[in-house]
């Protein structure tokens, strides 16, 4: 079963964003919004008619006893501090019958010393043979019993830290944010054992207070404790959190008793010893790629509690070898990326960094690859990520003010050459950098409001020749939320200003990127002004939502970036330039009857427009969830775009009409409560106009035949054809053409774990997608009313030597760049980790990765898998040791 907090997140949160999906083809920034003051109107009306505001329940509490004396950790509760008081035993279950008597009796007791909090909890069951605990590595979920402790140490009824455990001992640890936000990158040095018996299990937790922020001397923390007993889908609460409630933290109960402990170690020090050795195909001629590189590193982090509720973590010489690549991918658009953090450094306490709005701080900034790709006569030196010289993390409350600091410095790079001739030289790639982000946020009014701002700064040393680069950029923002009515209603929003500086160059190639495009021919309210050395913009947005309540939810607002708001230097954005209000109806049934135990029917209306009134984007959209009683679940979205301007079509050129689409999606789940459970997605996307069409598949398995083995699979297939796909610009013409793109790949992960302390585990996913590009046209009138108006039809006189030329009529011909694609990859890495000390790790890795590409257009999985393992290929090999010694000073 998985946990109620889990629940809460199925039942309880917006769902605006999982079954309202965008349409996968749109080039505008999607973000939801609604165009109409009639259904802003309507949806005030229903939500208002809908509340129903309940008084406000007593809180529970618990009391905490000292304890003198060593406790010894054995999953047993058989010492006499644990017999020497009473147990809480009262719960009450909150899924599948919301406030019913548990099935089966659960107690716990809070004790604790000078340095550590110790929790016991009995899990009472009557069929022990039936307890379900599945091992696997740490922090994995899986089908077991659970049992969950949140403590909050702060007392802010906003933040707590959680502790999991199953029979089996494997243990999980999560921080919880904003009320209801799960940080499960968040990890702490802890213990636990347990121990099954014949009137059920036992969890005996010893957390140090290290690891814990509070204020010392005389403390009440919020506490709340959760079971999950999975053969009956059922989640038991000590504090009741009813499934319409809005909130999470804010509904705990409170532990009393702690009673000034004394502040734990002070400094935490993991230093690491690393080696590695990589295996690549040789290229003839090149000294930089022989074949073979050894190479040996330190490194060591850091964590220095300044006091009870503030501490510094600091990190020197980091490496992430140990950790997944990227997912390989083939991005025919003009924007980047965005690829999720995996790095342990950047991950930990990374909510703090956090705005209520644009991605201000986007942490796959820091250590990326070389901007720059010298254009050289010779052999220059592949880097493939620049080094982290050190970053240092400061977070931790201040006087009330929740605090997080985070600065990063990367070295300078330069990559050596070898010209033709044999001279040796370097040239620079990336320089010098400094980026700070920092974050404060004051909760007031019992934690239903909450103040905070944000700033970041990068700054670049040394440019060399890298004049595209700017050297200077800073942001900064100021935030709130609001929630009253028991924190039915909330009212959010944010201001935010950037202002970015760099050579003429530089500033010029901000104008004209694709965030913007200064550059398009029909934008008179834009121009590019090639002597600016700097930009500054702003951002804004203004939210109310109703978030809780027995049916009725809903979100009514609107965002705007200016066409000079720029992030992309330490944060992340796609598109600046737009004005989009939008609306989000929700009506939910949580009550179980015969044929569903849970549903909920979702509206949403979507519109965008320019600062210049173009109007980009109009989409309303329709999508539904049920579950069935059997834990099934199904869902299903419609979503109807209509025509709109895309400013982004012609990479910078004049508007082009967009033709209105369609969008569907349709999916279930099986119980995942099971041994064997899985998934299927299907996705269509139609465009009549033109006859665009595509659709996709997403089956996902995940298979456990042993209670120590898991097995996920996911194949995933998607065919995509476009009457006007991007090509390219010659010659002041704006070519197009028809795209038949097939993409296919396979996700699979298999994890062994022979002690919670010792795992093994397999990722492999091989990729392979071929687009054919045919039918080219020549823009001609983008705004004309009928589509076939708006092209001119280019005959392919030549395809030779990667270059297309065409015939257009009363002018020169035009030369292109091959665009036809067969690209094929295989991505893998085996992990073994042993923790073989608690905070120690040794990690023996072994990466594996090849592609090959081509020109030939149609995708056959027989010969793309068998060109991409043949010799043919380029394949690399990783052969990693790495240690790492955790102390506690």
């Not at 505001?53 to 003198?68: G, I, K, N, S, Y």
Request: charged share 20%.
């Amino acid at each position: 079963m998985r946990s109620g907090f889990l629940s809460f997140l199925d039942h309880g949160r917006s769902d605006f964003a999982r079954y309202s999906e965008p349409s996968r083809f749109e080039a505008s920034p999607l973000r939801p919004y609604a165009r109409s003051g009639v259904l802003c109107a309507g949806f005030l009306l229903a939500l208002l008619c809908g509340s129903k505001v309940m008084a406000a329940e007593p809180r529970r509490h618990a009391v905490a006893t000292r304890v003198d004396g060593e406790l010894v950790l054995d999953g047993r509760l058989d010492e006499a501090a644990w017999s020497n008081g009473n147990f809480e035993g009262v719960f009450v279950q909150r899924s599948p019958e919301d406030g019913a008597e548990p099935k089966l009796p659960t107690a716990f007791r809070v004790l604790y010393d000078d340095d550590t909090v110790y929790i016991g909890i009995h899990a009472y069951d009557t069929e022990p043979d039936a307890i379900e605990g599945y091992l696997t590595r740490r922090d994995l979920w899986s089908p077991s019993d659970w049992v969950l402790v949140y403590l909050g140490s702060e007392f802010d009824h906003r933040s707590a830290y959680v502790f999991y455990v199953n029979p089996a001992g494997v243990k999980r640890d999560a921080r919880m944010v904003d009320d209801s936000v799960m940080d499960l990158d968040w990890d702490a040095v802890w213990e636990v054992e347990t121990g099954v018996g014949d009137d059920g299990w036992v969890a005996e937790f010893a957390i140090p207070l290290s690891q814990l922020s509070f204020s010392g001397g005389e403390m009440t923390w919020d506490l709340q404790v959760e079971r999950s007993v999975t053969r009956h889908h059922e989640g038991d609460l000590w504090a009741p959190i009813p499934r319409d409630s809005a909130g999470w933290v804010s509904n705990f109960g409170e532990l009393r008793g702690m009673n000034s402990p004394a502040e734990g170690a002070r400094l935490e020090l993991l230093p690491y010893v690393m080696g590695v050795l990589e295996l690549r195909d040789a290229v003839s001629g090149d000294p930089f790629q022989t074949g073979e590189d050894w190479n040996g590193t330190v490194g060591l982090d850091a964590n220095y509690r300044l006091t009870s509720n503030l501490s510094l973590s600091m990190t020197f010489n980091p490496d992430f070898g140990q950790i997944e690549g990227d997912p390989a991918e083939i991005n025919l658009s003009a924007f980047e990326t965005f690829q999720s953090e995996r790095r342990p450094f950047f991950l930990r306490g990374s909510n703090i960094l956090t705005f209520n709005g644009p991605k201000f701080f986007y942490s796959r900034r820091i250590g990326r690859a070389p901007q720059y790709s010298p254009d050289f006569d010779g052999s220059v030196e592949s880097v493939g990520q620049t080094p982290i010289f050190a970053a240092g993390r400061l977070s931790g409350k201040v006087g009330g003010w929740t605090v997080g600091v985070l600065d990063a410095v990367t070295d300078e790079v330069k990559a050596q050459t070898v010209a033709n001739d044999g001279r040796q030289g370097e040239v620079l790639v990336e320089p010098l950098t400094n980026a700070v982000a920092a974050r404060v946020e004051k909760e007031l009014n019992g934690g239903d409001t909450s103040l905070g701002a944000m700033t970041t700064a990068l700054n670049r040393g040394n440019m060399g020749e890298l004049d595209d680069l700017r050297d200077q950029a800073y942001v900064g923002g100021l935030d709130f939320t609001h929630r009253w009515a028991e924190k039915l209603w909330l009212l959010k929003g944010y201001l935010a200003a950037s202002h970015v500086r760099g050579s003429a160059s530089a500033i010029q190639a901000t104008q004209e990127s694709s965030a913007r495009y200064f550059q398009r021919t029909d934008a008179d309210y834009l121009d590019v002004d090639p002597t600016r050395r700097s930009l500054t913009g702003f951002a804004g947005q203004l939210v109310l939502q109703r978030q809780g309540g027995e049916h009725w939810r809903g979100e009514v607002g609107a965002e705007t970036y200016s066409p000079e708001f720029e992030l992309n230097d330490v944060g992340y954005m796609q598109r600046a330039d737009f004005i989009s209000p939008w609306v989000w109806l929700g009506y939910r049934d949580m009550v179980p009857n015969d044929w569903l135990r849970y549903s909920e029917l979702n509206l949403t209306v979507y519109t965008s427009h320019t600062y210049g009134l173009e109007t980009t984007l109009v989409r309303p959209g329709l999508s539904t969830y049920v579950q069935f009683p059997n834990y099934w679940g199904a869902w299903a979205g419609f979503q109807y775009a209509f025509d709109a301007d895309c400013v982004t079509c012609t990479r910078g050129g004049p508007t082009l009409i967009r033709p209105g689409n369609i969008n569907t999606w349709v999916g279930f789940e099986s119980d995942w409560e099971a041994w064997l459970a899985g998934s299927f997605d299907a996705w269509t996307w139609l465009q009549p106009e033109t006859g665009g069409a595509a659709f996709g598949v997403t089956p996902r398995m995940q298979v456990r035949p042993t209670s120590f083995m898991d097995v996920e699979l996911g194949p995933s297939f998607s065919y995509q054809y476009d009457d006007y796909a991007w090509t390219g610009e010659a010659d002041g013409a704006y070519v197009f053409a028809e795209l038949y793109q097939t993409t296919v790949d396979l996700t699979l992960r298999v994890n062994l774990t022979f002690t919670p302390d010792l795992t093994l585990q397999f990722y492999g996913r091989p990729f392979v997608s071929a687009g054919r590009y045919n039918g080219f046209k020549i823009l001609g009138r983008g705004r004309a009313d009928s589509y076939s108006e708006r092209f001119e039809s280019a005959q392919t006189l030549e395809r030779r030597d990667s270059l297309i030329t065409l015939a257009r009529a009363d002018a020169a011909p035009l030369v292109l760049d091959e665009q036809d694609y067969n690209s094929a990859s295989f991505r893998s890495n085996l992990v073994f980790r042993w923790e073989w000390l608690p905070g120690s790790t040794a990690y023996l890795v072994y990466q594996h990765g090849r592609s090959s590409s081509g020109d030939r257009p149609e995708l056959s999985l027989g010969n793309d898998l068998g060109g991409l393992f043949g010799d043919g290929s380029d394949n690399e090999n990783l052969f990693m040791l790495k240690v790492s010694l955790w102390a506690a000073l």
